[in-house]
Nanobody
Framework: QVQLVESGGGSVQAGGSLRLACVAP????????MAWYRQVPGKRRELVAV???????KYAEAVKGRFAASTDISNLTVYLQMNSLKPEDTAVYLC?????WGQGTQVTVSS
């Protein structure tokens, strides 16, 4: 089973920034389309951003204008730049490509 590797989570104060990375193995057909999700215990998994096969990027309203997804196709990597972080952004962030998922990375934002 294909496993994606995530990194970049951590703890920051409100207003801070973090950049998440999601690396796919060389066996994957394509890193696109892909999606970033976040999960808070006891709540439904929330879609954060989607990058389509054509490279179009769509964001959830809650993160629009603050988060930016990008790709490094040659290195099979996608990024999620998160700026102006808020306490409500606290969650485990997961990346998804086709049927593969990352292990999740914790993002904690304190007020």
């Amino acid at each position: 089973q294909v496993q994606l590797v995530e990194s970049g989570g951590g703890s920051v104060q409100a207003g801070g920034s973090l950049r998440l990375a999601c690396v796919a193995p060389g066996t994957i057909d394509s890193i696109l389309p892909m999606a970033w999700y976040r999960q808070v215990p006891g709540k439904r998994r929330e879609l954060v951003a989607v990058i389509t096969t054509a490279g179009d990027i769509k964001y959830a309203e809650a993160v629009k204008g603050r988060f930016a997804a990008s790709t490094d196709i040659s290195n099979l990597t996608v990024y999620l730049q998160m700026n102006s972080l808020k306490p409500e952004d606290t969650a485990v962030y997961l990346c998804n490509m086709q049927t593969a998922w990352g292990q999740g990375t914790q993002v904690t934002v304190s007020s």
